[in-house]
C-alpha cells in the first residue's frame, strides 16, 4: 500500500534465508530443489511478469475460464452417463496438496519467526524491509498450489457430485487474489497465507481420510474453523489498510505507521475476504443449523407416531 520507488531497497538481494538445520529446513530442500532441476540456486528465481510461468493477467483469466468451461462442459457430458470413480488418484491428490501445505506453512514459519523475534510483528506484515526474496518464492508457490487445487473440483465433476456456489467461487477467486497479492507486493500475505496453509492442512488431510471411506466426528469443525480463519484475517487486513490510509491522508487520526503494497490489492483483498466471511457463514447456518434443527424435527415426529406402549416399556426394564 505504500510507495516503493523512494526507498533505495532491492528485496532480491542474496541475504541468508535459512535458520533452520539442513534437513529440517524447507529453505534448504528448496534450494536442492532448484540446483537439481533448475541448475540454480533458488536465490536467483524472481518474480518476473512475462517471464515466470502464469505471471500474467492474461494467463489467470484464461485458466478461470478453463476452469469454469471444465465444470459446465463436464456436467454436460456426463449428465447421462455414469460417474467416475477417481480412486486411488483422489486418495494420491489429497496427501499431496495436504503435505505441500505443510512443507509451505513451514517455510513461511521459517522466514517470518527470526523477524518476529528480532522486529515484533507489526513489522513482518507492515515494514517495507520485510517483503524479501525468500517470501516471495513462498507466495508464488503457494500461488501454484491454488491451481493445483482446481483438481478438487475436476473429481468432484466427474464422480458427478453437486457443486456448491462457495466452492467454484472460492477456488476461482482465490488463485486469482494470491495472483494480485504477489504483483501487489503487500508484506501482510505471510499472515494470511500461513492461515490459509495451516487450515488446509487440516482440511485435505480430512479429505485424505474421506477418500479412503474413514469417517470421522469432528467433519463440522473444519467450517467453524474457516470461518475463525476469515474473521482473522479481515480484522488484520482491515486494519492494515486503515492504518495505511491514515497516515497517508489522514494523518491527524490515530494510526501506527504506513503498511507495504498497494492499494488495488488492498482493496482486492479486503472485499474478497469479507465475501468470503459472508458465503461461509451462510453455508454453516444452511448446512449445520439448520440440519441440526430439521434432524431434532424428525425424532420428535418419530417419537409422536411411534410412542412405547406401557407394556413394552415394562417388559424392556
Aim: hydrophobic fraction near 45%; charge should be positive.
Amino acid at each position: 500500500m505504500s510507495s516503493t520507488y523512494q526507498i533505495p531497497f532491492n528485496i532480491y538481494n542474496n541475504l541468508p534465508s535459512q535458520s533452520w538445520p539442513s534437513l529440517v529446513s524447507p529453505d534448504w530442500w528448496l534450494n536442492q530443489i532448484f540446483l537439481l532441476f533448475f541448475k540454480q540456486s533458488k536465490s536467483e528465481w524472481r518474480w518476473n511478469t512475462q517471464v515466470t510461468p502464469l505471471s500474467t493477467t492474461l494467463e489467470v483469466f484464461i485458466g478461470i475460464l478453463f476452469y469454469l468451461s471444465f465444470i459446465l462442459i463436464g456436467k454436460a457430458i456426463l449428465k447421462n452417463r455414469n460417474a467416475i470413480d477417481g480412486g486411488i488418484m483422489v486418495i494420491v491428490h489429497n496427501m499431496f496438496v495436504c503435505l505441500l501445505s505443510l512443507f509451505l506453512l513451514l517455510g513461511f514459519l521459517e522466514q517470518v519467526i527470526p523477524k518476529l523475534m528480532t522486529h515484533g510483528f507489526f513489522w513482518t506484515i507492515c515494514n517495507y524491509y520485510s517483503y524479501t526474496q525468500p517470501l516471495e518464492l513462498l507466495y508464488y508457490l503457494n500461488y501454484i498450489c491454488k491451481w493445483i487445487e482446481f483438481i478438487d473440483t475436476f473429481f468432484l465433476v466427474l464422480k458427478k457430485k453437486k457443486l456448491q456456489t462457495l466452492h467454484v467461487y472460492h477456488h476461482a477467486l482465490t488463485m486469482y487474489l494470491c495472483f494480485i497479492q504477489i504483483n501487489g507486493k503487500t508484506s501482510i500475505s505471510w499472515f494470511v497465507c500461513s492461515v490459509n496453509l495451516f487450515v488446509h492442512v487440516i482440511m485435505y488431510y480430512y479429505y485424505y481420510l474421506a477418500s479412503r471411506g474413514i469417517r470421522v466426528s469432528w467433519k463440522k469443525y473444519l467450517t467453524s474453523m474457516q470461518i475463525s480463519q476469515f474473521i482473522i484475517d479481515i480484522n488484520l487486513v482491515y486494519f492494515c489498510l486503515y492504518t495505511h490510509m491514515a497516515y497517508h491522508n489522514f494523518p491527524s487520526l490515530p494510526n501506527v505507521g504506513d503498511c507495504r503494497g498497494t492499494r488495488q490489492s488492498a482493496y482486492f483483498g479486503c472485499f474478497l475476504l469479507s465475501t468470503y466471511l459472508f458465503l461461509f457463514v451462510q453455508f454453516f447456518i444452511k448446512v449445520y443449523a439448520e440440519g441440526n434443527k430439521i434432524s431434532q424435527n424428525k425424532k420428535k415426529n418419530l417419537k409422536a407416531t411411534n410412542p412405547a406402549s406401557p407394556a413394552k416399556t415394562k417388559k424392556a426394564e
